[in-house]
């Protein structure tokens, strides 16, 4: 099996309308159409067994807010799991997992098969996360109101990744983050607007000139921006020794 094998997801969430929406457009639509993924969404309530339908209860040991109850979550995956082979690594979005990041994508892609749990209210019941999770992810050092949002981000962050989704070319370039700089700036017609010009390198035809003039663009973008990427870029020991010399960080 190739390193991006992952091709079903399963998502267990009190909201899958949530889902709808985005799984019914662009990329992530057209990767479902064309059968390249599979993603199959779950009602945490269609595991709950009383009249309301109750997936959260309050905190022992008092304390604000409701946390998700265990036995819903784990008839839920017990249910899930059997509805296809091999068996899902279970994700956990949580505030707190590990946060995404290129590698931790490229991880998850490397899995056969995942099904995510959507965290919501204050958390879950610790017993989900020893006994039933095997990876807990988050998105960012920013508070949400649940795991919906997070798993859809990672869910496109891994689709687009599949072969034949956007092309074998555009996911190898990116495996490297396009050789670990930021992008050149980009122009389109018309060549003038408002008074503001493109630059003339870029209307030059000279192939060569526009080569260096983007080169010297990433190089310089990245270090302004994200100087913190420049250690892992694909640099030559010219860009590097130039870099060191107009005061970027020590690679
Ligand atoms: C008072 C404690 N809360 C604030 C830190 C904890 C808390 C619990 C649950 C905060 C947010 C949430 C809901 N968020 C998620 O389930 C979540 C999340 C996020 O909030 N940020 C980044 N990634 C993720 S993944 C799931």
Known sequence: ????????????????GIFRGPLDETILRRALDADLVEIALHDLRDWTHDRHRTVDDYPFGGGPGMVLKPEPIFEAVEAIQPLAEPPASVVLLTPQGRRLDRDLVAELAALPRLLLICGRYEGVDERVRERLVDIEVSVADVVLSGGELPALLLLDALVRRIPGVLGGEASLAEESF???????????????????????????????????????????????RRPDLLSEADLTPEERDRLESAGGPPA
Do not use: K, N
Request: net charge neutral; proline share 6%.
């Open 1 to 16: 099996m190739s390193a991006d094998a992952a091709r079903r997801y399963d998502v267990l969430t009190i909201f899958p």
């Open 178 to 224: 396009e050789g670990g700089l930021l992008e050149y700036p980009q122009y389109t017609r018309p060549s003038e607007f408002r008074g503001w010009s493109v630059p003339d390198v870029l209307l030059s035809g000279h192939h060569a000139e526009i080569e260096r003039w983007r080169r010297a663009q990433r190089l310089q973008r990245t270090l302004d």
